[in-house]
C-alpha cells in the first residue's frame, strides 16, 4: 500500500470512528431524553390524577350544605352606647287642653324630624321637645299611625341653626333571642335614664288603639315604666332596633315584660308620616288562629303550622278573592277553632305559620291595591288565590 493510499486509510478510518462516537453521543443523549419524557409524562400523569381528585373536591364540596356565614359588627359596652347615643333621645312633653304627659323620642333626622309613640302625642295641642344636654324646642305634629302606634313630631328652631344627630336604624329581622338590648327614656320624668336587658322573644302580637295587630313586635325584659313610651331601644352597637310602646302589667308598672315596635315597621311607617301625615296600611279582611299540630290532626291536616281562617269580612278583598271561612267549631285543649275554612301556609312564596308572618308581610312588603298570592289548603289540596288588596276602613 502506497504511502498516500495508507494516509486515506487513516483518514477514513478516524472519520468513521468519529462518526461512530457522534452517533454514541446522539444515542445517549436520545436515551436521557427519552428518560426525561418519560419522567415529564409521569409527572404529567400524576398531575392529571391531582387535578381529577381537586375537581372530585371542588364538586363534593358545592353539593354540601353552605356554612353560615357570621358577619360581626363592632359591639360597644353600655357606656359607649349610652355616650354615642344620648345628645340624640328626647323627652317629649304633649300639653291637652286639661293637664300634660311626659314621653320619649329620638331623633330621625338631620331636619329634626323624631319619632315617638301615637299615645304619647294623640290629642295634644302643644307639644315640647327637651334634650339630655338641655336644649330646648317647641314642636308640632308632622304624622301619626295609631295603627302601629308611631307619631313624627318637628322640632321648631324659629329660624336658629341647630345641627340634630340623627340614631341609626337597625335591622330587627337579625336581632336574636337572648341578645343584648338598651332602653334610654325618661320613666316618671327622670330624664334619660337607662336600663339593660334582652330580647325575650320576637314576633308578638300587640292591639292598637283602634282594635287592629301591630305585628313585628319585640318582646324585651329591660326596665321600662310610664315615660318611656318612644324611647329607642338600641343593640350593643347603638343602633335603634325598636320603639318602646307598651308594658304587660297588672299594676301599671313594670312587670318584667316590655313591647317594642320593632325597627323595620318603623322604616317601612315613618317616612310616609313624614311626606303624607299619614300611613296608608294594606287589608285583607279576614279573622284567624293559628294552628299547631294537635289541631293539624283534629281537622286531618299534613302541616303543623299555618293561619286558619275562621271568619271572612262580607264584600272584603279576601271574600271577593273566594277565600273560605270556617263552617263549624271544634275545641282543641281547651280552645275553639272555626274549622272547615281555608288554611294560609304562604303569601307570595313567602311562609305564613301565624297571623304576626302575615301581617308582618302586608306592613312591611305590600300597599293597598297590590295584588298578592295567598297560598292555602282545601279539602287537602293546596291552591294559589290571588287577591287584590284594599285599605283598612
Excluded at 34 to 48: D, F, H, I, P
Excluded at 86 to 112: H, Q
Amino acid at each position: 500500500m502506497s504511502k498516500a493510499a495508507f494516509a486515506v486509510s487513516a483518514v477514513s478510518l478516524a472519520i468513521a470512528a468519529l462518526l461512530f462516537l457522534q452517533v454514541m453521543s446522539y444515542q445517549q443523549d436520545l436515551r436521557s431524553l427519552t428518560s426525561q419524557l418519560a419522567g415529564l409524562q409521569a409527572e404529567l400523569n400524576s398531575l392529571r390524577r391531582d387535578l381529577q381528585a381537586a375537581r372530585a373536591e371542588l364538586t363534593e364540596l358545592e353539593s354540601s350544605p353552605k356554612p353560615q356565614t357570621i358577619v360581626t359588627h363592632q359591639q360597644y359596652n353600655i357606656t359607649s352606647v349610652y355616650e354615642l347615643v344620648k345628645g340624640s333621645v328626647v323627652e317629649i312633653k304633649t300639653l291637652y287642653r286639661f293637664g300634660e304627659s311626659v314621653g320619649s323620642g329620638f331623633v330621625y333626622d338631620s331636619a329634626g324630624h323624631v319619632i315617638t309613640n301615637n299615645h304619647v302625642v294623640e290629642g295634644g295641642v302643644e307639644y315640647f321637645v327637651y334634650f339630655i344636654g338641655g336644649a330646648a324646642f317647641r314642636a308640632e305634629l308632622v304624622g301619626r299611625d295609631p295603627d302601629t302606634d308611631l307619631a313624627v313630631l318637628r322640632i321648631v328652631t324659629g329660624g336658629e341653626y341647630v345641627t340634630f344627630k340623627p340614631l341609626k336604624l337597625g335591622d330587627s329581622s337579625e336581632l336574636r333571642i337572648g341578645e343584648q338590648i338598651i332602653a334610654i327614656g325618661n320613666p316618671f320624668e327622670l330624664t334619660g335614664s337607662v336600663t339593660v336587658g334582652i330580647v325575650s322573644q320576637k314576633g308578638r302580637l300587640l292591639q292598637s288603639g283602634r282594635g287592629y295587630l301591630i305585628p313585628g313586635i319585640i318582646q324585651i325584659d329591660a326596665a321600662v315604666n310610664p315615660g318611656n313610651s318612644g324611647g329607642p331601644i338600641l343593640n350593643m352597637r347603638g343602633e335603634v332596633v325598636g320603639v318602646a310602646t307598651a308594658i304587660e302589667s297588672t299594676t301599671g308598672q313594670f312587670s318584667g315584660i316590655g313591647y317594642a315596635v320593632s325597627s323595620n315597621v318603623v322604616k317601612r311607617i315613618v317616612p310616609a308620616l313624614i311626606s303624607k301625615g299619614t300611613y296608608r296600611h294594606s287589608y285583607l279582611g279576614i279573622a284567624g288562629n293559628e294552628i299547631n299540630a294537635l289541631v293539624a290532626k283534629e281537622i286531618g291536616l299534613n302541616v303543623s303550622r299555618g293561619l286558619l281562617v275562621e271568619t271572612v269580612v262580607p264584600g272584603g278583598p279576601a271574600d271577593k278573592a273566594g277565600v273560605r271561612g270556617g263552617l263549624r267549631v271544634v275545641t282543641v285543649a281547651g280552645t275553639q277553632y272555626r274549622v272547615g275554612g281555608d288554611v294560609i301556609v304562604a303569601i307570595n312564596g313567602s311562609p305564613v305559620g301565624s297571623m304576626d308572618d302575615l301581617l308582618t308581610y302586608m306592613v312591611e312588603r305590600t300597599s293597598p291595591g297590590d295584588t298578592v298570592i295567598l297560598t292555602v289548603l282545601r279539602s287537602g289540596e293546596k291552591l294559589d288565590i290571588q287577591v287584590t288588596l284594599g285599605e283598612r276602613p
